[in-house]
T-cell receptor
Framework: DAGVIQSPRHEVTEMGQEVTLRCKPI?????LFWYRQTMMRGLELLIY????????DSGMPEDRFSAKMPNASFSTLKIQPSEPRDSAVYFC???????????????FGPGTRLTVL | AQKVTQAQTEISVVEKEDVTLDCVYE???????LFWYKQPPSGELVFLIR??????QNEISGRYSWNFQKSTSSFNFTITASQVVDSAVYFC???????????FGPGTRLSVLP
């Protein structure tokens, strides 16, 4: 089975532009997570979904960030307008909530390295 | 609140040395999961192990071994006979069993020198 797929792998944009990051979770996983990784703050959970419904978005830094999950196989994280301080690696992860099995683990995508100039 | 501490920011060893990465956690939950992930220079996060809080047996997988001690709230990771390919940042993480709160430690950067 394919792992978590993210696109693009690298994104360079200019301040003020809209950025959309995409994620395809592992088939059958019902939880999806978006993380941001920076040198200063490490790995931060931004938002997570269960069965396509946003459950906790308390980690989203501000209104410029939004995330959607229109179906079980696709999610987007959008930044509008982007700022240089948004430069980071953004990870998507998915998990199956079958407690007590090896699937009760978050599996991460390769990440999207975002650079905002 | 949950918290994961990895006191070692960076470790350097010479190939074939054994190295232990420390992880100390805090939680009020009686049941929880602990994890280790590896982030090699290529950047992806690779799942290594998950441990349930009610299973304190140590685990060995090849050159990797994990020591879970509830009494000291620690989940340490040892690499035996380290290799250059082990060079990476290693993250310890803690997760609620009945919730989705997933907390990562700050990571330990391991450099294995030839």
């Amino acid at each position: 089975d394919a792992g978590v797929i993210q696109s693009p792998r690298h994104e360079v944009t200019e301040m003020g532009q809209e950025v959309t990051l995409r994620c395809k979770p592992i088939s059958g996983h019902d939880y999806l997570f978006w993380y941001r990784q920076t040198m200063m703050r490490g790995l931060e959970l931004l938002i997570y979904f269960n069965n396509n419904v946003p459950i906790d978005d308390s980690g989203m830094p501000e209104d410029r960030f939004s995330a959607k999950m229109p179906n079980a196989s696709f999610s987007t994280l959008k930044i509008q307008p982007s700022e240089p301080r948004d430069s980071a690696v953004y990870f998507c992860a998915s998990r199956s909530r079958v407690s007590g099995t090896s699937t009760d683990t978050q599996y991460f995508g390769p990440g999207t390295r975002l650079t905002v100039l | 609140a949950q918290k994961v501490t990895q006191a070692q920011t960076e470790i350097s060893v010479v190939e074939k040395e054994d190295v232990t990465l420390d992880c100390v956690y805090e939680t009020r939950d009686t049941t929880y999961y602990l994890f280790w992930y590896k982030q090699p220079p290529s950047g992806e996060l690779v799942f290594l192990i998950r441990r349930n809080s009610f299973d304190e047996q140590n685990e060995i997988s090849g050159r990797y071994s994990w020591n879970f001690q509830k009494s000291t709230s620690s989940f340490n990771f040892t690499i035996t006979a380290s290799q250059v390919v082990d060079s990476a940042v290693y993250f310890c993480a803690l997760s609620e069993v009945y919730g989705q709160n997933f907390v990562f430690g700050p990571g330990t950067r391991l450099s294995v020198l030839p």
